[in-house]
């Protein structure tokens, strides 16, 4: 019997799953992306044409600061997956 048979395996690092492009659907959507600060680092704040806001939070690697737009046109979303939990999304800008 190996040992590490019955251990649980605990998941490593967060890695890209997936790069892209914001869509001209997921563009067209917005009617401002900007950076603000969050509990946790900096996020993208999205105005939505259709009311409201909704969140993802800015790729580490990423050098806008607070207050500055984001250009979709420009922007990429990460995808970033690890094992045992879902995936999440980052806005590299």
Known sequence: MNIFSSLQVYAGK???????????D????VSQAVVV???FGNSVQFTMKSGG?????L????????GEIVDLAKAKLVCLEKSGESDIYRVQA
């Open 37 to 39: 600060s969050s509990n």
């Open 59 to 66: 790729d580490q690697n990423s050098e806008l600061g607070t």
């Open 26 to 29: 997921e563009i067209n959507a």
């Open 53 to 57: 806001m909704t969140y993802i939070p």
């Open 14 to 24: 967060w890695s890209v799953k997936s790069v892209r492009d914001f869509n001209a």
